[in-house]
């Protein structure tokens, strides 16, 4: 590789939270299975990105793949890390096929990774399975450059002792952990204590790099808010980080702005959640931008540069974007 090329890769721009979908309709193992309120939510978001409603039907993954690829490429976006969904687990290990609402397979990613230059693939593994660090190694080989979990919604409690082994081997390989923090409406919740961040200084105290999705933020009104949990444990660990993931929204855009804080801002990472709506009504009404501002944002087709342009236009700053490269494996 020349300098020049080695430059380019160290300045890439990141959008590190962005979620692959499918219904394994061509063969992946993986399944979509939406009723009530999750399945028109599903709807209203692949409709809003121009995908018709009935690509839940058809060959979602593909359909889904080139729709993102497209967008991605036409975003200030260099690459985007494309996120697999484990399965819900039993302590036991055992997989609940009947819980849940999705499973996309590692191979999905690890596989689309190969295909299109704008997705590097984001692993998940219920470190409870039997053969979780098995499944490691291979993820590890097929290039996995993060591991994302959603403890609440998968069952996972991360301070387990038992799992120690797992994070060592994350943390020696470089690996870092995005783990889902504060509340969920997107997909079906097993243990909503599950989800908060203090349950997290197990695998920091193992080395691994963890990055707290959402910084902790509450999602609905009746969750608990733990961004002040979040934001104590930075000064703790070096290794901890927050995306602002789905933040740019009606329902978690509270704490955006103590993110811009010089103790909290440098270890901000900049994500979108897509296919999760953008949408930058309340900060406009808040005041924190204006109308003129708003209606550029809120225009913008593309969400993946929509909610990009809108934590410009808050003020953050580039290395939102560009801070992620040096936290993966490569
Ligand atoms: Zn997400």
């Known amino acids: 590789m020349t300098a020049s090329l080695a430059d380019e890769r160290r300045v890439q721009r990141l959008d590190m939270h962005v979620h692959m979908v499918g219904n394994g309709v061509a063969g992946s193992g993986g399944w979509l299975r939406l009723s009530g309120w999750h399945r028109w939510l599903a709807g209203f978001m692949l409709r809003q990105l121009g995908v018709p409603a009935s690509a839940l039907e058809g060959d979602l993954e593909a359909i889904y793949a080139e729709h ?13 890390i494309l996120l697999a969904h484990e399965r819900v687990h039993d302590p036991d290990g055992t997989p609940r096929e009947d819980l849940g609402s999705m499973f996309v397979p590692n191979d999905v990613v690890l596989g689309l990774a190969k295909t299109f230059p704008e997705f590097l693939p984001g692993v998940s593994i219920h470190p409870a399975r039997r053969d ?5 190694e291979r993820c590890l080989e097929g290039g996995a450059v993060l591991m994302k979990c959603l403890p609440n919604c998968q069952n996972i409690d991360f ?15 470089g690996l870092p952990l995005l783990a889902h923090t504060g509340g969920e409406h997107t997909v079906p919740v097993i243990n909503a204590a599950l989800a908060d961040p203090r349950l997290l200084r197990f695998p920091l105290e193992c080395g691994v790099t963890v990055i707290a999705a959402h910084c902790a933020t509450k999602s609905g009104a009746f969750d608990r808010d733990q961004f002040d949990a979040w934001a104590a444990m930075l000064r703790e660990f070096p290794n901890l980080y927050g995306d602002i993931s789905a ?29 999760v709506p953008v949408l930058g009504h309340r900060m406009w009404l808040q005041g924190w931008i204006d109308r003129a ?3 550029r944002c809120q225009e913008i087709r593309n969400p993946l540069e ?14 939102i974007a560009t801070r992620t490269t040096g936290l993966l494996r490569q």
Request: proline share 3%; net charge negative; hydrophobic share 40%.
């Open 68 to 80: 993102l690829g497209k967008l991605a490429r036409e975003s200030s976006m260099d690459a985007v």
């Open 132 to 136: 979780a660090l098995d499944e490691l």
């Open 159 to 173: 301070s387990e002792t038992r799992f120690q082994r797992f994070w060592e081997r994350m943390a020696e390989s």
């Open 247 to 275: 933040m740019i929204s009606l329902n978690r855009c509270g704490h955006l702005r103590d993110c811009l804080r010089a103790e909290i801002a440098p270890r901000i990472l900049h994500g979108s959640d897509f296919p």
């Open 293 to 295: 501002t708003f209606r």
């Open 306 to 319: 929509r909610d990009w342009q809108f934590k410009l236009a808050l003020g953050f700053s580039e290395e």
